[in-house]
């Protein structure tokens, strides 16, 4: 059982573009949503977070979006550039809990 | 500040042999988590340790696998007679406390496990 569905599976962005990905969850007793960035051959590193309570937290060009009706959330990229090519996975933790819930991850490549 | 140190970054294995993969956390945190991750897939929550003790091992297979995290050392993950399937990245994390007011966890770089 799936619990967090991520897409697209694989991204492809001209540079200055803005990349979004998305993922949707089926637990209600999530109620933090992180988003991970992973370069080849190294670990993931968190990006970004947000808590339900909020519909939308910016970090500099990233952005999350979250809607909590529709149990899903989703990252902006803006201005996307050739160094963010990496993959992204969304994850999803419940309240007091540690076991994070990972998407599959979305492949972006951001081409000059 | 050292970040997660895991070794070793690569190993292989026939099947049938043993795997050992370590991991030391950061600095100052006592909760380890390992993570596996197969290829074109998202991380998969195996076992949390804290010091001397396993908190929560649910989603470590039942028979093969093991981890620890001793008092003194390095935690690691032990996997006995592995087989092809096992081939994967394990990924260790760490982080200072569990949940709290941004559960971040902090991952190495990885092991990457090929059993031939």
């Known amino acids: 059982q799936q619990q967090v569905k991520q897409s697209p599976q694989s991204l492809i962005v001209q540079k200055g573009g803005i990349s979004i990905i998305n993922c949707a969850y089926e637990?209600?007793?999530?109620?933090?949503f992180p988003w991970y960035q992973q370069f080849p051959g190294k670990g993931p590193a968190l990006l970004i977070a947000?808590?339900?309570?909020?519909s939308e937290k910016k970090e500099g060009r990233f952005t999350i979006s979250f809607n909590k009706s529709a149990k899903q959330f989703s990252l902006h990229i803006m201005d996307s550039q050739p160094g963010d090519s990496a993959t992204y996975f969304c994850?999803?933790?419940?309240?007091?809990?540690?076991?994070?819930?990972f998407g599959k991850g979305t492949k972006l490549s951001v081409i000059p | 500040n050292a970040g997660v140190m895991q070794n070793p970054r690569h190993l292989v294995r026939r099947r049938g042999q043993e795997a050992r993969l370590r991991c030391s956390p950061m600095?100052?945190?006592?909760?380890v988590y390992w993570y596996r991750q197969l290829p074109e897939e998202g991380l998969k929550f195996m076992v949390y340790?804290?010091?001397?003790?396993?908190?929560?091992e649910s989603g470590m297979p039942k028979e093969r696998f093991s981890a620890e995290f001793p008092k003194e050392g390095p935690s690691i993950l032990r996997i006995q007679q592995v087989v092809r399937g096992d081939s994967a990245a394990y990924f260790c994390?760490?982080?200072?406390?569990?949940?709290?007011?941004?559960?971040?966890?902090?991952f190495g770089e990885g092991s990457r496990l090929t059993v031939l």
């Open positions: 600095k100052g945190h006592s909760h």
């Open positions: 994390a760490s982080s200072p406390r569990t949940g709290g007011d941004t559960g971040e966890l902090f």
């Open positions: 637990n209600t007793a999530f109620d933090y």
């Open positions: 994850a999803a933790r419940g309240a007091g809990s540690y076991q994070l819930t």
């Open positions: 340790l804290q010091k001397e003790n396993i908190i929560d």
């Open positions: 947000i808590r339900p309570d909020v």
